[in-house]
């Protein structure tokens, strides 16, 4: 039986190291969240895109996933964004398969050729090298900042590319949900709270951080989290906080759904969304 489970366990790991092009040193090098989370901290937040303050829309979408036939679904989106006049979007994390140099460059020369602004946060997969949270910032910025667009939505976005949020984290994210009365708030990350099907294995690593998180977003009257990670799609209302999975710009097949984005409207002092498919 030993030998068995030694086997298994294995060919688990061969299957995971030949269908992620990964540097040995990520598991040990790249920096824990908090320290992350500290340099996060200490860049400049993007400054906020302008809009028309009285109706504005916006996606959110997580894992284009770029591999290394650096394919991705953001020339289907680029439709859309002037379809749908969409004012920016945000990208919740595995921008890239291997955060290597090649799909980093070709997955920011994607975003920016959308023609409109972006804000992104990472994912476990962009820190799949040793130096994945230095090409990260280099290219993307800060993983943790807010963002408020015309003094009627902000958007916090914390970093869980490594399952956790940790207590500095904890302690901005708080300040920054107290500083948003008035506002409508939407939290984005990578990693999903609340799935209410998926396995432990798919939401954040620890159950009393994911209670804490719950518990803010409900205290401050969060309108949204939002988040990747699962390749599919997913609503959940908790505790009156709305919770979307939408790591629906994965390439190839989904988990489950179909690809495409969330999207969100301010119109007449009030929030709306709806999945948009492709």
Same mark, same amino acid.
């Given at each position: ?41 200490? /860049? ?8 028309? #303050? ?5 996606? /959110? ?60 946060? #990472? ?31 902000? *958007? ?44 432990? /294995?798919?939401? /954040? ?48 097949? *989904? ?6 984005? *969330? ?16």
């Amino acid at each position: 039986m030993r030998s068995s489970r030694v086997c298994a366990a294995a060919l688990l790991a061969a299957l995971v190291f030949l269908s992620c092009q990964w540097d040995l040193g990520q598991a040990v090098c790249h920096p824990s969240v908090e320290q992350r989370v500290r340099e996060s901290l200490d /860049m400049p937040a993007p400054s906020a895109v302008t809009v028309n #303050p009285d109706s504005f829309s916006f996606a /959110m979408f997580g894992d284009p996933q770029v591999h290394d036939n650096l394919v991705h679904r953001l020339d289907r989106f680029r439709e859309d964004v002037a379809a749908r006049n969409i004012s920016f979007f945000c990208v919740l994390g595995d921008l890239t398969h291997d955060a290597t140099d090649e799909e980093v460059r070709v997955i920011r020369q994607a975003m920016d050729s959308v023609g409109v602004r972006w804000y992104a946060t #990472p994912g476990n997969h962009d820190l799949y090298q040793a130096d994945g949270w230095t090409k990260y910032r280099q290219n993307f910025g800060p993983a943790t900042y807010s963002v408020t667009i015309a003094d009627r939505v902000k *958007l916090i976005f914390i970093d869980t590319a490594s399952g956790l949020i940790g207590p500095t984290q904890f302690e901005w994210l708080e300040d920054q949900l107290a500083d948003a009365e008035g506002l409508f708030t939407l939290v984005g990350t990578h990693f999903p709270c609340y799935d209410g099907i998926a396995p432990v /294995m798919w939401r /954040m690593a620890s159950t009393a951080e994911r209670h804490k998180l719950q518990y803010l977003l409900r205290e401050y009257g969060a309108w949204a989290y939002v988040s990747g990670h699962i390749h599919g799609w997913r609503h959940t209302e908790v505790e009156g906080v709305n919770h979307f999975i939408c790591g629906t710009m994965a390439p190839g097949g *989904l988990d489950y759904g179909e690809p495409g984005y *969330l999207l969100v409207t301010f119109a007449h002092d009030s929030l709306a969304w709806t999945k948009v498919d492709f």
